[in-house]
């Protein structure tokens, strides 16, 4: 049987109203209304953080705040986010950006985004209601690349989506998108601003200790190819692979042997939303 399209409403005050049709099943849940603190750290975003925000305002979802956390940008990064109504505050390396953003933070759960990344539509009300129906404390995605070239997409899909739902039971993994409950977050001190990289991974294998961690099925983030274009789709490929063998035999990455660069995928350009 077909699957149906899922549908979303308010009802009262108090409480949402999930509707999910799966085959001939009719599926209702109701879960105590809640806020989504949206953050997203940035250095010199101004030509990607224009579609990502695009995307967030065209969702029906709407119960939810946006904070900037910025590492200092000397674009237009931060006239485009007050411009649209976002929460700024000073980031730094995307951990410490991510701690600083969910301290500002009013909502119940945490959404963390990177900044070159876009939301298909209906995002937010399937990804809220999968994580909700799954009792979910900590969740992240999978993820395809903008550009719809199937060479790319094979690759996201065999050395990344693939993987992270066959090992989504033993061995978390997060990376571009979280969902977290902001009291979980709370409790494990935040993102580890001692790591060099894969705070996002040792985040959810953290959480997972405390929590019920998911890869949600009901939608996908695509990203910006933006750093294996620039770096080389081996060489960056062979990064993450290091640093996950590094993960998993010897412990999180703390030194800079990988030469990690923030920012430097960025390039200048004027655009509006």
Request: glycine content about 6%; overall charge positive.
């Amino acid at each position: 049987m077909a699957r149906r399209k899922l549908e979303y409403k308010i009802e009262g005050e108090n409480s949402f109203l999930f509707y999910q049709n799966v085959s001939d099943y009719h599926i209702l849940k109701r879960v105590k209304r809640f806020m989504l603190s949206i953050v997203i750290p940035t250095l010199n975003e101004e030509k990607y953080l224009v579609p990502l925000l695009r995307s967030i305002k065209s969702e029906k979802f709407s119960d939810y705040e946006i904070i900037v956390a910025d590492a200092g940008s000397t674009d237009r990064t931060l006239e485009i986010a007050k411009k649209n109504g976002c929460i700024t505050t000073a980031g730094g390396l995307p951990a410490k950006g991510k701690n600083q953003g969910a301290g500002m933070a009013k909502g119940d759960i945490l959404f963390f985004l990177d900044a070159d990344v876009i939301l298909p539509k209906n995002f937010l009300e399937k990804s809220l209601a999968e994580y909700k129906k799954r009792s979910l404390k900590i969740a992240s995605f999978c993820l395809l690349p903008v550009k719809k070239k199937k060479s790319y997409r094979l690759v996201f899909n065999l050395f990344y989506n693939f993987p992270i739902v066959l090992l989504e039971k033993f061995l978390p993994h997060a990376a571009t998108g979280i969902l977290i409950e902001k009291n979980l977050f709370k409790e494990l001190s935040g993102f580890d601003e001692t790591l060099s990289l894969a705070e996002d991974h040792n985040l959810a294998r953290r959480a997972k200790k405390l929590g019920n961690y998911g890869i949600l099925k009901s939608s996908k983030i695509f990203i910006s190819e933006r750093r294996f274009e620039k770096d080389g789709w081996l060489k960056t490929s062979l990064k993450y692979l290091f640093c996950e063998l590094h993960m998993i035999f010897i412990g999180p990455l703390k030194s800079d042997i990988l030469k990690y660069e923030y920012g430097h995928y960025s390039k200048n350009k004027k655009d509006d939303i």
